[in-house]
């Protein structure tokens, strides 16, 4: 199955590595892992997506918690919430391409040299199924940011002494 | 006051209450050797042969102090030497703080001449590090360095300080504001809730049994322990790092678990129906086979790092806490108990186990095994010594023969199994406590990865005496390779040094052993000399470490000692 944390690091040097080789020395396997800036300046935050059937989600939230830069840790699995993964796709210009973008309500960035680069955002799931629907009419370049997830209404990522 | 960076790295580590600092300079940290003399009156700076022997001893040091053990070395060749001692120490939980000179900031990342990316290669064997660039930085960084690395699960913390940081001036004055580390939080105390369900096990407990590791004396909780033990009536298992938690003549302390474990511990612990784990991990070594390791029981489990509940072995109750802490909230609640029936079966396993036991052979005059050889060393100096091993036969055959009534008497390294280890850290541990009597014992093979340091116990005459145990192999890859490979002794026989003449090269005295008889003299010999000495055992060769569980599996298939009659003259030829 599944599951979403959030970590909240210090907005540090060498964070990002520090996460990163954890994983690596753990054998943790992780779908997905974005990083980015936050309301605070000094905190950034990371949206980690895993397999329960392949990793251990307890052990990758303790084992976050033991990095000194780690501020929190919180599996948003359970929550009601929302997320999002940006992908930009490029494709051979079609008719049938743009059928496909907006069937998904993908927006046409760029039109040039006979090529369009279409851009979705929405849940990982839908991503993944605007991508199968455009492979058929050539996919020539594909890059995607990987999820990140928000909770609903007061479900608030914060870090505590911050709060 | 102005001052320079090195001149308050030095400031720093007198304000942490550093006595003594193991190091080897070289350029990049030669700005904090030159500030050094300053402080000489204040702080011992012990010069290694090794940077890996200056992490060892600082280890050693820790270990027997439980204080903050430091060590200090240049960039590149120098951080790199120590990577063997600070992956050890993670691997133990020891408290270090290496310092180590990078090159100047400006030519930070150009591969400058012995640069090396330490904080890089130390990221998974450190608690943490830091990478400091500037003068401002230092102080800050290393009151976090030795904070962290005293505090929650202690661990070894690498700053690594560039040249032009410990050169630029400041006006320094020490910060005094709390430490900012708000990602830091190590647990301390266990849930009312938590407690509860712990004393419910404990009183519908028939077979229970506690494990006791090495938190038990990093968390001070031993008569916490003894407490529980004697009131409770539970019997006590010691992991290998857990020995000297419970004094092994008490009739509760069974000894040792685990692969070299005494046959009767591993059978109680797969019989028990209650594990009550202290401080400890379930190390592959200690568990067998986690798929059935001790499969009727409930499980326990207390330890400071949280990531050690559930990791190896599921718990019933885990409580990520402070041993002592959480110890001192559950006594209050245990009743008077006892479990007869139950320490009569363990009793009786034991009789079994002391039935096999090689010291109740009497070996034929010529022969000297290194477990008698241990076991006599452990009479002449009436179990007293501090004694450090270093890794192989000899360190289990210790673990086995040489019984612990105190905390932190014996120092070994377990969870790396880092041969080099002994010699170096047991001259840590005399510095660290002058008036305990320390013996490493090592193996030939090991004692050679580290004996430069025969010239630092030389140049700072520690009196540390050095029992090495000479099988002329590198015996237990030898026992592997017996009983697992065919007996194909591959790249294990050893052609030796005179390690006495070698000694004596150093200006170190140095005797040699070859039977039972002569141990006795030639201990009360060493304790006898002001200084480092050297005895080599010459033991039997081909001699076999029991029992063993094989790794991976179950903790009860142990290959026995097999059973000769009592006295056979020559029993090893017969295995
Ligand atoms: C640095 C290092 N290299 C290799 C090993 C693997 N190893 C474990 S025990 C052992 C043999 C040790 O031989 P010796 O020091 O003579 O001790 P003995 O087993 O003979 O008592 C070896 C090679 C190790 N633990 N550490
Ligand atoms: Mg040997």
Known sequence: MKHTLVALVENEPGVLNRVASLFRRRNFNIDSLTVGRTEDPNISRMTIVLDSDVTRVDQVQKNLYKLVNVLQVYEITQQPSVSRDLALVKVRASAEAAVVASQFGARILDHSDGLMILDLSDEEGRVEQFIEALRPHGIVELVRTGVVAMGRGNHIVRAPQFA | ??????????????????????????????????????????????????????????????????????????????????????????????????????????????????????????????????????????????????????????????????????????????????????????????????????????????????????????????????????????????????????????????????????????QAIQSA??????????????????????????????????????????????????????????????????????????????????????????????????????????????????????????????AQYYLHQRPRTLITSGGLGTMGFGFPAAIGVKLGAPHETVWAIVGDGGFQMTLCELATAAQENVDVNVAIINNAYLGMVRQWQEFFHGERYNATPMHNPDFVKLAEAYGIAARRVRTRAEIPETVAWAHSINGPTVVEFQVEKEDIVYPMVPAGADLDKMIRRPVPPRNLPDWSENH
């Not at chain 2, 006590?236 to 020995?243: E, I, N, P, Y």
Request: with cysteine.
């Open chain 2, 1 to 266: 006051m102005e001052l320079t960076g090195a001149e308050i790295i030095w400031e720093c580590l007198l304000r942490e209450g550093v006595e003594i600092v193991f190091g080897y300079p070289g350029g990049a940290i030669l700005p904090t050797y030159d500030a050094m003399n300053k402080y000489l009156d204040r702080v011992r700076h012990v010069l290694v042969r090794h940077e890996q022997g200056a992490t060892h001893m600082a280890d050693g040091y820790a270990r027997i102090t439980g204080k903050v053990g430091v060590a200090m070395a240049t960039s590149g060749p120098g951080a790199t030497n120590m990577v063997t001692g600070i992956a050890t120490a993670m691997m133990d939980s020891v408290p270090l703080v290496c310092i180590t000179g990078q090159v100047p900031s400006t030519v930070l990342g150009s591969d400058a001449f012995q640069e090396t990316d330490i904080t890089g290669i130390t990221l998974p064997i450190t608690k943490h590090n830091f990478l400091v660039t500037n003068v401002k930085q230092i102080a800050p960084a290393l009151r976090k360095a030795f904070h962290i690395a005293r505090t929650g699960r202690p661990g070894p913390v690498l700053v690594d300080i560039t040249k032009d940081a410990q050169n630029q001036k400041m006006d320094f004055v020490y910060p005094t504001e709390p430490l900012r580390l708000p990602g830091y939080v190590p647990p301390s105390a266990a849930t009312p809730e938590q407690i509860e369900r712990a004393v419910a096990l404990i009183k519908n407990a028939e077979r229970p049994l506690i494990l006791a590791g090495h938190g038990v004396m990093m968390s001070g909780a031993e008569r916490q322990l003894l407490e529980l033990a004697e009131r409770a009536q539970i019997p006590v298992a010691l992991t290998l790092l857990g020995k000297g938690a419970m004094p092994e003549s008490h009739p509760l302390c069974l000894g040792m678990m685990g692969m070299h474990g005494a046959a009767a511990v591993n």
């Open chain 2, 273 to 398: 129906d209650l594990l009550l784990a202290f401080g400890m991990r379930f190390d592959d070594r200690v568990t067998g086979n986690l798929r059935t390791y001790s499969p009727h029981s409930r499980k326990i489990h207390i330890d400071i790092d949280a990531s050690e509940l559930n990791k190896n072995v599921k718990v019933d109750v885990g409580i990520a806490g402070d041993l002592r802490t959480v110890l001192e909230q559950l006594l209050p609640h245990v009743p008077s108990l006892s479990h007869p029936a139950w320490l009569n079966q363990i009793r009786d396993w034991q009789e079994e186990t002391d039935e096999r036991d090689i010291i109740n052979y009497v070996a034929p005059s010529d022969k000297l095994y290194a477990a008698h050889a241990i076991r006599d060393l452990w009479q002449a100096t009436g179990g007293d010594a501090v004694v450090v091993t270093d890794v192989g036969q000899h360190q289990m055959w210790t």
